[in-house]
């Protein structure tokens, strides 16, 4: 008889929420489960916040979410279940908030080799070279510091502050937002009772781009 023991499923949760407050509660990180599943942290990611256009293909997505609940002991069998209701549910055009798939597939792919130098003068050269060249070709860095990526919270007050750097403009869901010279943002925002999803991303000067989603349910 075998000793593997399935948690149960609150099926008044989506699969996303219940996966994520499995893995706080059993203590893991997303980077840890990503090695340990061979998933990447940002199909977990989407999984968790039911971002799941951000996933790579129905037969693909399906495999994830069965493979995180198989890991964190929840009947994977049941998890599809639910997985496959809410994309019917989302089909049907149930669900508020969508992604962007194709713009928030946009990830910063560029690498620098080192490059070996006979000359120390032609070593600095090229090294400012390359550092301007990165500066301005790159995906510009973004980091959202409140509110944590996912909040539950009785105040449908909330406010958005971050940094970025390189960018060129910055947007939160499609709205163009202000920010200093030196890269600090912040916007303040009411919301309605139940799931928020905004999402924030930096332009660069080339048009490249760096996402990040943050999603607060108020109840």
Do not use: H
Request: glycine letters at 8%.
């Amino acid at each position: 008889m075998s000793s593997f023991v399935t948690k149960q499923i609150l099926t008044s949760q989506t699969i996303g929420e219940q996966l994520r407050k499995t893995r706080e509660g059993m203590g893991f990180e997303i980077k840890e489960i990503s090695k340990k599943t061979g998933i990447q942290e940002r199909y977990l990611i989407s999984i968790e916040i039911g971002l799941y256009g951000e996933l790579p293909g129905d037969i693909y997505a399906l495999e994830f979410v069965k493979k995180y609940a198989s890991f964190l002991k929840i009947d994977p069998k049941k998890a599809a279940k639910i997985y496959l209701d809410e994309i019917k549910e989302a089909e049907s055009g149930c669900y508020k908030f969508g992604a962007d798939a194709e713009a928030s597939r946009i990830i910063n792919k560029i690498k620098w080799a080192t490059r070996s130098i006979v000359a120390l003068l032609v070593f600095c050269v090229l090294g400012y070279s390359v550092f301007y060249a990165w500066g301005f070709f790159s995906a510009p860095s973004l980091i959202v510091l409140t509110p944590e990526d996912y909040v539950e919270t009785k105040s449908p007050s909330v406010t958005l502050q971050g940094k970025t750097y390189r960018a060129k403009k910055i947007f939160i869901n499609s709205e163009s937002v202000s920010f200093s010279e030196s890269g600090d943002f912040i916007r303040s925002y009411d919301l309605p009772v139940g799931e928020t999803v905004f999402k924030i991303w930096a332009e660069g000067f080339l048009g490249k781009k760096t996402v990040v989603y943050k999603k607060i349910v108020v109840k």
